[in-house]
């Protein structure tokens, strides 16, 4: 065992149309790795495999937003060390990530240095609605640290996007048929299934805002409601009020015309006024 690993053991969606209803590696590990956990809904796989150090475990965890990460654990669950998209390989732990950011990492491992063949095991995998694919079509600078790449995966209305802030993936959106989002700090980014983004910051609330009716800069009004522990939200336009949409992982986008509303897991609601030269955050207006 290495001298470091044994101090540090001991130390330790719109839908598409404005007016429709809005709303393989093989383990070389002797013993068999636990069955994965998922929630595929948020993007995230998670499975724990035994260490090549005894009594010890890794828990890999796969994330369309994070990339693959895997943490080396005590029997206690103790964080012993961490390989991830920042540090994808730790020579001095005997850990390693091949394609971090790829749709297929493979987690290595080994006990020695030197000569000691790696012992790989593959990550979880994601749903094909959570694995980004596709050609890159272009890349859109959101602002001074924030990118955004956009793929298309078909011609029939389908694109993705990663966005990259100091160079590290922190979003991924998918967009099938119907728009996806994503919210991260202030700004709010919106994929349409053609192709096309529209962006902006501020013009939202805080996360897990009181329920009730929020008044937009435009004269609409949304209802944020609750149930069974998630967030959805109602839109009412000069059109009429539309069905609730729930945002159960990842955020839903509402449009009727010129106002576009998000909701994401959290129940921050952010919206956008077309023609308005700056945007507002929803007013609260009761229950």
């Given at each position: 065992m290495r001298p470091a690993l044994r101090t540090a053991f001991a130390a330790v969606a719109l839908v598409g149309t404005a007016a429709a209803a809005v709303a393989s590696a093989t383990a070389a590990v002797a013993a068999a790795p636990a069955v994965p956990t998922t929630n595929q809904a948020n993007c995230v796989a998670v499975r724990t495999v035994p260490s090549a150090f005894g009594g010890m475990k890794v828990r890999l965890v796969n994330s369309a937003d994070d990339g693959a990460s895997a943490k080396l654990l005590t029997s206690r669950g103790a964080v012993v060390a961490t390989v991830d998209q920042s540090r994808p390989v730790n020579l001095s732990s005997g850990l390693k990530i091949t394609g971090v950011l790829g749709a297929k990492p493979v987690f290595h491992q080994r006990s020695q240095g030197g000569s000691t063949p790696w012992q790989a095991v593959a990550f979880p995998a994601l749903t094909a609605d959570c694995t980004q694919r596709g050609k890159l079509v272009r890349t859109v600078r959101l602002?001074?640290?924030?990118?955004?790449?956009?793929?298309?995966?078909?011609?029939g209305g389908h694109y993705q996007a990663r966005v990259f802030q100091g160079g590290k993936l922190i979003r991924f959106i998918d967009a099938n048929a119907r728009s996806g989002a994503a919210l991260f700090g202030g700004r709010t980014l919106v994929l349409p299934p053609d192709g096309t983004n529209l962006t902006w910051?501020?013009?939202?609330?805080?996360?897990?805002?009181?329920?009730?009716?929020?008044?937009?800069?435009?004269?609409?009004?949304?209802?944020?409601?609750?149930r069974n522990g998630v967030y959805g939200v109602r839109l009412t336009t000069g059109h009429g009020t539309f069905p609730v949409a729930y945002a159960k992982a990842r955020p839903v986008v509402l449009?009727?015309?010129?106002?576009?509303?998000?909701?994401?897991a959290d129940g921050t609601v952010s919206n956008y006024i077309h023609g308005k030269p700056r945007q507002k955050a929803p007013v609260y207006l009761g229950a």
């Open positions: 602002d001074a640290r924030t990118t955004a790449q956009i793929f298309r995966v078909n011609a910051t501020g013009a939202a609330t805080a996360a897990h805002p009181r329920l009730g009716r929020y008044k937009l800069a435009d004269g609409s009004t949304v209802k944020l409601v609750k449009q009727d015309d010129n106002t576009v509303v998000v909701l994401a």
